[in-house]
């Protein structure tokens, strides 16, 4: 079993740069796809990026394409999530999973272990 712990987020004014972390403990998941999530309040969760096992494959919601990207560190059990350009509409608590294969996924049901989540808030 790992557990994932999100850290990086804060408050920002729109048009500025934030890095999330996801750092696993307990079991690796190297040989596991990983995504981000979000979800503001009165909203359902949305996905954000994935990436595959291997870091070769990713996906990334429409509204982020061309400002966030997702890169992982398997030696170091991390992810990250780059994210310049922040908008209002951003902000969200942002958590990290683990999926159940190696393979990118975008729907919630393919990922488990979710993190605790990291507060974003961008302000315009």
């Known amino acids: 079993q790992v557990q994932l712990v999100e850290s990086g987020g804060g408050l920002v004014q729109a048009g500025d740069s934030l890095r999330l972390s996801c750092a696993a403990s307990?079991?690796?998941?190297?040989?596991?796809?990983m995504g981000w999530f979000r979800q503001a309040p009165g909203k359902e969760r949305e996905f954000v990026a994935a990436?595959?096992?291997?870091?070769?494959?990713?996906s990334y919601a429409d509204s982020v394409k061309g400002r966030f990207t997702i890169s992982r560190d398997n030696a170091k059990n991390t992810v990250f999530l780059q994210m310049n350009s922040l908008k209002p509409e951003d902000t969200a608590v942002y958590y990290c999973a683990v999926a159940r294969t190696s393979v990118v996924a975008t729907i919630s049901s393919a990922f488990r272990s979710w993190g605790q989540g990291t507060q974003v808030t961008v302000s315009s």
């Open positions: 307990g079991r690796t998941f190297n040989g596991y796809a």
């Open positions: 990436i595959g096992w291997s870091g070769g494959s990713t």
